[in-house]
């Protein structure tokens, strides 16, 4: 995984108090890479964190949010740093698990 050196995010990013978790590329394929966000994990009223994942394409020096993939719903916000932590090292199989919206146990 390559770090993303520049990010450009839409002025409705803030606004809306989505937080970057993480970012994700792919050492084959420089020009993509995925955004990982945090929304509901400082929010004052009771709602379940959510993770969402948006496609980054590199265009003019910089990754830019091109469209959301998906978004998880977690009981904790230990939770969903959880599943973020574990993103990039898990195997096929579990993220094929996670993408057709198996319950799995991330140990």
């Not at 995925?34 to 929010?43: A, M, R, T």
């Not at 948006?54 to 978004?71: I, N, P, V």
């Amino acid at each position: 995984m390559n770090k993303i050196q520049e990010l450009y995010v839409p002025l409705w990013f803030t606004m809306d108090g989505l937080q970057v978790l993480q970012t994700i590329t792919s050492p084959k394929t420089v020009s993509i890479g995925l955004l990982l966000v945090g929304e509901n994990f400082n929010e004052p009223y009771q709602a379940n964190p959510l993770v969402r994942v948006y496609l980054l394409q590199y265009s003019d020096g910089a990754f830019e949010m091109t469209k959301e993939l998906e978004a998880y719903s977690f009981e904790s916000i230990e939770e969903a740093y959880e599943f973020v932590n574990r993103l990039p090292r898990l195997s096929v199989v579990d993220l094929i698990m996670i993408l057709s919206r198996q319950e799995i146990v991330l140990n």
